[in-house]
């Protein structure tokens, strides 16, 4: 039985470390896929914001338009 035994021990260990591989690989990629969506994330909030400050500069403009056109049909 001792054989039997030795033989089960040996598999048990390279079943376990297979598993450990494969689990390491596996966060590995998880942790990849999360920081490149932080990374788009971060990108989509900076141009949300750019594109939020040029309509406030557009609106700016086009209110200082009308006023000064309101201020020339007096």
Not at 12 to 32: D, H, N
Not at 59 to 70: I, L, M, N, Y
Request: aromatic letters at 6%.
């Amino acid at each position: 039985m001792n054989d039997v035994e030795r033989r089960i021990a040996e598999e048990r260990a390279r079943v376990e470390a297979e598993y450990r591989k494969v689990l390491k690989t596996s966060v590995e990629f998880e942790r990849r896929i999360r920081n490149r969506w932080r990374e788009k994330n971060r990108e989509k909030n900076r141009r949300i914001a750019e594109l939020e400050a040029r309509v406030a500069e557009l609106e700016w403009r086009g209110r200082e338009k009308q006023d000064a056109d309101s201020r020339e049909n007096l």
